[in-house]
């Protein structure tokens, strides 16, 4: 079972200076890669907690800075992804101040979304689109109503 200190360990495969120069998919191979290592039960622990993560941070304030994408549903859940796959410290330290959410439109991070997924196709075999692990909460922009 994967909890709160391995999630952030796994985010740690994040190629940070792919990232930085905006090669989302390149930076999250790394992840995929161990992800891909692990049984299907933890890859839907890991997307539990993913999800959690963005919903945590899903709100006005986070939203009202975070520049121009804060300003669309879809843009504003990449720059909140872009904050995870940045590790905890980052994570933390924006959670805990929302003026320190990414600000530009190429701090966007949309693969991470799609990390578990591909390790559960590649785990099992099967077709990517065959994922049908549903959280118990939405990482939808506006999905935490209480932040909004």
Request: hydrophobic share 35%; proline share 3%.
């Amino acid at each position: 079972m994967i909890e709160g200190p391995e999630f952030w360990r796994l985010i740690e495969n994040v190629d940070r200076e792919a990232l930085q120069e905006g090669d989302e998919d390149s930076a999250v191979e790394p992840l995929v890669d161990a992800l891909s290592q692990l049984g299907e039960a933890d890859i839907r622990d890991f997307e539990t907690i993913l999800t959690q993560c963005l919903y945590d941070i899903d709100g006005r304030a986070y939203a009202e800075n975070a520049g121009r994408s804060g300003q669309s549903g879809d843009g504003f859940l990449y720059a909140r992804c872009y904050v995870v796959a940045n590790g905890q410290t980052h994570y933390d330290n924006v959670k805990a101040d929302p003026t320190r959410m990414p600000k530009s439109l190429d701090e966007w991070c949309e693969a991470l979304l799609y990390v578990s997924q591909r390790a559960w196709a590649n785990v099992t075999g099967r077709d990517e689109e065959e994922w049908s692990h549903n959280t118990p909460l939405s990482y939808e922009t506006g999905s935490n109503a209480a932040n909004w």
